[in-house]
């Protein structure tokens, strides 16, 4: 028979309270080990961006990455790290995109992706902030003439797979007793490629996308959009749930940005702005108040993102505004007051 004594009792009791007390400290550990420590640590941040979508993520001839999305990734390497070249960009297209964030490749996924129920509970993500109001309009070639998506009966679709856009094309054709022909891609380059070369006759994406895919066009001018806008496509940054702390830098790293247009600060004012009296322009600038202290981050945190990447109106002009080839309107995207609904709450 098998004898236990108290003494192996005990032993035993003081091991199962030493495995506890270790897995507690590892879980800890990990705890604390957030994607900002991770970033600190690293010297450089991760950032998922797409395949090169002009205006919001792409390449310029020398192989620098520029856009309304690559602002995005910036505003954050100035936050924690004070320089925006500490970078990495690794290119995503839409399928791989919720991997490559959940497994820990990239610390930051700002690609033209919607903020969605699904995605934002069941893909055990988290959307932190919108840089772009958006929503699913159609191309179709000029040459068609065709004057509203209610024409569309029977016409040939080029798509790209793992996008809202799939879901949003269905119900609409559905909705108004209409049937269509799904040519599926899995990259923006294969998708205009096939509009191109008529494997359909209309493209349909996020609006904003299709202007950008529009100037890559050997002749733009023989596409055109059309008046539907079949869905809301809010798009933003999004990061992994559970990790609190990266959330909050990425959520306010963009109302720095929004707040610094609703005050005046720019990217060449800044400096000037350091001696302004304002208390809301001082805190802003981390000169008053709360500083970088609730963030963990430096105290001139925001000031590094409007002097880096300058102020959101800023980065919408140069990158999809009037300053660049897109030309589009800040319509959504206007400020709140201006008759837009970017909102940055107050930095107080
Ligand atoms: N906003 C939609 C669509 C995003 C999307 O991936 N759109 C295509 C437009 S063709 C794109 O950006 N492709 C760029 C790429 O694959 O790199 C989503 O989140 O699902």
Redesign the pocket.
């Known amino acids: 028979m098998l004898l236990i004594s108290k003494r192996d009792i005990l032993r035993m009791k003081k091991m199962s309270f030493i495995m506890v007390a270790v897995f507690l400290m590892i879980s800890a550990s990990l705890a604390v080990a957030g994607t900002l420590d991770e970033v600190k640590k690293r010297g450089q941040l991760v950032c998922g961006v797409?395949?090169?979508?002009p205006g919001f993520s792409a390449t310029d001839e020398k192989g620098v990455w520029k856009g309304l999305d690559v602002d995005g990734c910036k505003i954050i390497a100035a936050a924690v790290l004070g320089d925006i070249s500490k970078i990495k960009y690794v290119?995503l297209?839409?399928k791989e995109r919720f991997t490559a964030l959940q497994s820990g490749e990239i610390d930051l996924l700002v690609r033209?992706?919607?903020w969605t129920l699904h995605r934002d509970t069941a893909l055990g993500l988290n959307f932190a902030a919108t840089n772009y109001y958006d929503g699913q309009g159609f191309m179709v070639k000029k040459k068609l003439a065709v004057k509203s998506a209610k024409e569309l009966d029977g016409a040939a679709i080029c798509i790209?797979s793992g996008?809202?856009?799939e879901l949003n094309l269905a119900d609409y054709f559905t909705e108004n007793k209409m049937k269509y022909e799904a040519v599926v891609f899995d990259?923006?380059d294969q998708?205009m490629q096939g509009f191109e070369a008529g494997r359909c006759d209309v493209l349909t994406?996020?609006q904003s996308?299709l202007y950008g895919?529009r100037t890559h066009m050997k002749n733009p001018a023989e596409a055109v959009m059309l008046p539907e806008i079949i869905s809301k496509?809010p798009?933003g940054s999004v990061v992994r749930q559970g990790d609190d702390e990266w959330f909050n830098v990425v959520r306010w790293s963009f109302y720095a940005m929004l707040n610094a247009e609703e005050m005046g600060v720019t990217s060449k004012n800044v400096d000037e702005m350091k001696k302004s009296t304002n208390p809301n322009i001082r805190r802003l600038l981390g000169l008053e108040g709360d500083k970088g202290q609730s963030l963990n981050l430096p105290d001139d945190w925001s000031y590094q993102i409007i002097k880096q990447v300058g102020n959101y109106g800023e980065s919408f002009e140069r990158n999809v505004g009037m300053d660049s080839p897109l030309k589009i309107a800040r319509g959504l995207n206007a400020q709140w007051n201006k008759g837009g609904i970017q909102y940055g709450p107050p930095m107080r």
């Open positions: 797409s395949t090169g979508l290119p297209n839409s033209g992706t919607t790209q996008t809202t856009t990259t923006h998708t994406s996020d996308q895919l496509e798009l």
